[in-house]
């Protein structure tokens, strides 16, 4: 119990403690960053469960060595595995906080600081807690109440001495998944969803409506929504604004900026007013023609400014244009150091009409040729330019991630087909989530980007324990396979179980940032955990890397195993050897009951005849001894637990 408590105060640590250094720093805070304790809860508990795996798989002789040395192991088999997925991950985020939008650049940077305090709480403070409870486990003291202790002859109940969940691990699901038929099955299925996700993925939208973040019962929602289903032909405000040019010299440019916003397919006919239309017409109505040049303007730049004044003060129209037009009254006469005109959009259906929209007039400015700026703006431009650049930016960010993901995990797998297979799974679960987004209605907006970013993150947690259990386990790649699914397979389940958990709630919201987060967040467990505990174990039994050189030489959980493992040997399978767990009886399999001559790294039992003379009689043995003569050669045999044959050295 106070194993979990710590788990959790762990994660409030870390959450809590990069708000503190990102705010010293300056990073902004927003809304998105709600979202940030789920996260930690989902790479900082999946660490500790891998933690308390170790500790729970360490062999009988291993838990009979002094408590220190257990807690070196444990944490030497844990730690390589969390500080690989734990780097990825503050790699990925720190990759994703290179983008140029501030929004996602600032959640990334606080993401990428809690993830990494997440993995030294996890190393520190939780694991000190894990070692004062299996303290406290083996002086036999009570889980709630630590300071009752159970008598001498208390015996606990079998079954809470059982790991249900790495029983079903080992006697059911991994060996069911890792039969030819059930691989055949895996991959057909695994490739068939992938096949369905690559049509969604290359479907997805960019889309994002503001009020979409509104409450759906919220009074401006259900109004922007009306407006919409009315389709009123009046849509947004846009204005042009042109800086401080020579007005009077560039007054055809201006006519012409007019035209252009005018004649603008995605502006509403009738709604663009220009001052200087307005003015113009005014000029030739109140002035003396004599006073005009051809074009029906002032002749010259100080007439021009001062009926302009006039026109802005003393005419009802022209004081309608007060707000468009910003005089320098420092000057005789004043001048125009700015002004803008306006109009009305249509009603723009998704962001690919918005962004060929604003597109469409920053162009038009620009073709003008103003000697200063000119430039369309709206307030929902703000929303428009965001969603201009984020796909691009999630593409980016994601193809960035992916290479900084292989990299680290390349350093510290120290093995590339390794590496590769981490990396496909990753790139698999991007695409699958990306697909059945579309599916499930969803489109890239600045949620589903941040949530794309955490997905690289928890795809690599998932495949890495798989992978690197994989590595440092001895034998044939299917007994590996095997292993890594019994070791590491609840842990990892456990994880994303306990993610689930933690989300699971958000379901019921009605806010658009929270039950989106809810359905992109659960495709990333799903197919993160189908990657990694169906599609990597199964493929790694057909195509996995060979083990480490000091690969741990492990009990096979076979009934019979077949062969004799050696360390030495980078997990060489001898066939010569054979046990029968039932009355423990080693057998000569190579007629005539001669074992093949070794390196002596290897194994050195030669030329050991039958008992009684005949080729492939048994050799019988007892169970207890541990040194075995036979003929010319000797060895020493090592038992593991259910009498099965564990290691054979000379």
Known sequence: MYVSLTGMVCVGLAVAGSIGVCSAVGAAYGPLHTILPFLILGI????????????????????????????????????????????????????????????LQSFCIYAAVSVFLAFVYS?????????????????????????????????????????????????????????????IVTLLAVFAILGVSIWGFINLKQNFRPSWALAPDSYLRRYWEKTEAYSFDDGEPVYIYIGDIDYHGEREKLHSLYQRFEDDS??????????????????????????????????????????????LTTDATGRSYAGDVKLNVAMSPPTIIASRMSGKYKILKDSTEEILAMDSLIAGAESVGFSKEAFPYSSQFLYIVTNKVLQSELYRNLGMAMVAVFVITLLLLADILASLWVLLCVVMTLVDVGGMMHHWGLTIDIVTTNIMIIAVGLAVDYATHICHTFLIVSGTRQERSLQALTDMGPAVFNGVFSTFLAIVLLSTSEHYVFITFFKVFFLVLLFGCLHGLVFLPAILSWLGPAPYATAAVRETGQT???????????????????????????????????????????????????????????????????????????????????????????
């Open 44 to 103: 900082g508990v999946d660490d500790m469960f891998v933690i308390v795996t170790a500790w729970s798989n360490l062999s009988p002789a291993d838990r009979k060595r002094d408590r220190r040395e257990q807690a070196a192991l444990a944490l030497k088999h844990a730690g390589v595995s969390i500080t690989v997925t734990s780097m990825t991950d503050v790699v990925a985020f720190g990759v994703g906080a290179s983008t140029i939008l501030p929004a």
């Open 123 to 183: 190393c520190t403070l939780f694991f000190a807690v894990v070692c004062l409870d299996f303290q406290r486990w083996e002086n036999h003291r009570n889980a709630i109440c630590c300071c009752y202790k159970h008598s001498p002859d208390y015996l606990p109940t079998k079954c809470s001495q059982k790991d249900h969940m790495q029983l079903f691990f080992q006697n059911v699901y991994a060996p069911s998944l890792l039969t030819i038929p059930g691989k």
């Open 266 to 311: 995605y502006v509403t006919d009738g709604t663009v007013t220009s001052w200087f239309e307005d003015f113009k017409t005014w000029v030739k109505s109140n002035k003396n023609s004599t006073l005009l040049g051809p074009d029906g303007h002032a002749t010259d730049s100080d007439t021009f400014h001062r009926w302009v004044v006039q026109f």
């Open 560 to 650: 019979d195993t077949g062969y004799i493992e050696k360390a030495q040997s980078k997990g060489f399978v001898n066939p010569g050897l054979e046990m029968d767990e039932e009355v423990g009886i080693v057998w000569l399999k190579n007629p005539p009951g001669v074992i093949p001559r070794m390196t002596s790294q290897q194994m050195c039992l030669n030329d050991i005849p039958p008992p009684d003379g005949s080729p492939g009689s048994p050799i019988w043995t007892d169970l207890r001894s541990t040194n075995c003569v036979y003929g010319h050669g000797e060895a020493t045999i090592k038992w593991g637990s259910h009498n099965r044959v564990q290691q054979v050295r000379n």
